[in-house]
């Protein structure tokens, strides 16, 4: 049997405006800040792209595992510097709008493009991308350099389904980090 394919994305540039983007941090919490797990790699990287949509008012949200709550593990992981003011949510799913928080923190925030960054991306990121382009009709962009998972083959088909799956694909684009500016 010959090894499957799945489409690759094509990151693309993106000039997007503070007043109608927001950026949906996943599942990034304390476990990144040890050097062993995957979602460290996204650390240096993450956190500089982040300073700077700070620094253009572009509204953050954290979620985490609501199974964390109550310890440590709860909070988000050191390097990505979360503000007071950047709401932390744990839903109890991995589509991040299961709960009711989300949404409204992004309909207060005249969202209408979603950047989506985090681990894993055959989980949350996958799920919750899916739910904003499909459900909400967000535009979602996804920097390539901001998500990843454990194991390349659920890496690659996750990313192959967000440009393939029926009614929500349209609205899903891949960037970099350094590609994404906003002004």
Do not use: W
């Amino acid at each position: 049997m010959a090894a499957p394919t799945f489409l690759v994305p094509q990151p693309k540039d993106f000039h997007l405006s503070p007043s109608d983007t927001a950026i949906a941090v996943l599942d990034l919490g304390t476990r990144c800040d040890d050097p062993k797990d995957i979602c460290s790699e996204l650390m240096k990287g993450l956190a500089t792209f982040l300073d700077r949509a700070r620094s253009q008012r572009v509204p953050i949200i954290f979620t985490n595992g609501y199974a964390l709550l109550g310890t440590p593990e709860a909070e988000i992981a050191t390097a990505l510097k979360r503000l007071p003011d950047e709401p932390l949510i744990h839903p109890d799913a991995f589509d991040k709008f299961y709960g009711g928080e989300l949404l409204p923190f992004l309909q207060s925030h005249n969202t209408k493009n979603l950047v989506i960054a985090g681990s894993s991306t055959h989980v949350c990121v996958l799920y919750t991308a899916t739910t904003a382009a499909r459900v909400y009709g967000y535009n979602v962009i996804i920097p390539l350099d901001g998500i990843n998972t454990r194991e390349a083959i659920n890496h690659e088909l996750a990313l192959h389904q967000l440009q393939v799956i029926p009614r929500a694909s349209s609205l899903i684009s891949f960037s970099t980090e350094d590609g994404i500016t906003f002004d």
